[in-house]
């Protein structure tokens, strides 16, 4: 890949695009930008408590519809937040910080039917229970302004505040109050924070109540970062960052190609015939000897075509019908980088653990 702006979803989008623009634009704003560590946790339950029973439907084939069910859910989130944060001190006392927090919200659901359902083979089933995570990370970006009340660094801070999932998003806006310490050359910011999520009305149905999240949320966070030595424009932790651009392409296809069978005959296979292109952004932290940290946010759009084998005229399937469908993903390298010095280049190897997120699967499953 050659490096020389863009990136994901929402917020993470304007996060990650905010940055790679900054890169191209030192002249135009002339303020520092730094890189940090958010570290935290929640103080409150992000899901309700609660029990709800359900009548037998009793208007169906199926044994599950003679059965009432007593639907319970509780609080299952993890409470430890992390992540990192950009900020562009635009001048001495205001900033604006953008974060990419990771926390599990997730809920224990139970379903207890009422009597037992008993199938045709003898297998009785009386409950079931399931742990679904709904989020993963939230992208708040802030305003930050310093105060100066009784000789302390104190602060405020606003902004929207963004929840991605696939068709279940949540928006938000957040307000908090902190201080800023310091310990030899780092800086502590502890703050807390309040979140208010705005969700639609999904009626009065009590169940509705117990799987959608709380609308207010609190947390107690800590900033971490370096103040920079140097008078390079972007740091992290008090060394210089360079920042850029990533493009390029697969080599490979996005799928492996897979043929089903119908009673023993190949009906419909699906494969994948594209190389996907790559865009996204690059953060390099300066070497340690000859030793470099990169980390990279890049987009790329997987293909998927679905072709059918054999006609089936009474359900209006000709064979060579095909559809072709687009999974999205987000993929988060984290590389460590060894450059060798050779005179008029600088070859390298790098390596590390790389993260993707997926959006509009469409009956698809991308490792993770």
Same mark, same amino acid.
């Given at each position: 890949m050659i490096t020389t702006p863009w990136s994901p !979803?929402?917020?993470?989008? $304007?996060?990650l695009f905010i940055s790679a623009a900054l890169c191209f634009s030192t002249n135009a704003f002339g303020q520092r930008v730094s890189f940090g560590?958010?570290?935290g946790i #929640?103080?409150?339950?992000? !899901?309700?408590s609660g029990s709800v029973f359900q009548p037998s439907l009793g208007t169906c084939p199926e044994p599950i519809c003679a059965s009432a069910t007593l639907f319970s859910s509780a609080n299952a989130s993890s409470r430890y937040i992390i992540g990192p944060k950009v900020e562009l001190r635009l001048w001495n006392r205001f900033s604006v910080e953008a974060e990419a927090l990771h926390r599990a919200v997730r809920r224990q659901?139970?379903?207890? !039917?009422v009597p037992p359902i008993i199938f045709p083979d003898g297998f009785t089933l009386a409950s079931r229970e399931s742990l679904g995570t709904d989020y993963t990370w939230e992208f708040p970006v802030l305003a930050n302004q310093r105060l100066r009340v009784f000789k302390a660094r104190s602060f405020v801070e606003s902004g929207p505040n963004f929840r991605p999932?696939? #068709? #279940?998003?949540q928006y938000g806006i957040a307000a908090g109050a902190g201080v800023e310490l310091t310990a030899n050359s780092l800086t502590f910011a502890p703050r807390m924070r309040y979140t208010h999520w705005f969700d639609k009305d999904y009626g009065p149905d009590p169940a509705f109540r117990l799987i959608r999240t709380r609308p207010n949320e609190i947390e107690l966070i800590m900033g971490i970062s370096r103040a920079s030595t140097s008078p390079a424009w972007a740091t992290a932790f008090g060394k210089d960052l360079t920042l850029g651009a990533v493009v390029g392409a697969g080599l490979t296809d996005d799928f492996q190609s897979e043929t089903f069978l119908l009673q023993g005959v190949p009906a419909s296979r699906s494969f994948s015939d594209s190389r996907s292109p790559v865009v996204g952004v690059m953060m390099e932290l300066e070497p340690i000897g000859n030793l470099f940290f990169e980390i990279n946010g890049l987009y790329r759009p997987l293909h998927l075509t679905d072709e059918?084998?054999? $006609?089936?005229?009474?359900e209006r399937v000709s064979a060579g019908q095909k559809h072709t469908v687009t999974v999205l993903t987000w993929e988060f390298p984290f590389l460590a980088k060894y450059k060798f010095r050779v005179r008029g280049s600088s070859p390298f190897v790098e390596l590390g653990p $790389?993260?993707?997120?997926? =959006?509009?699967?469409? =009956?698809? #499953?991308?490792s993770h």
């Open positions: !979803y929402g917020t993470l989008f $304007s996060f560590a958010v570290t #929640n103080l409150v339950d992000d !899901y309700r659901e139970r379903i207890q !039917y999932a696939e #068709n #279940n998003k059918t084998l054999i $006609s089936i005229p009474e $790389s993260l993707r997120a997926t =959006g509009n699967l469409n =009956g698809a #499953n991308p």
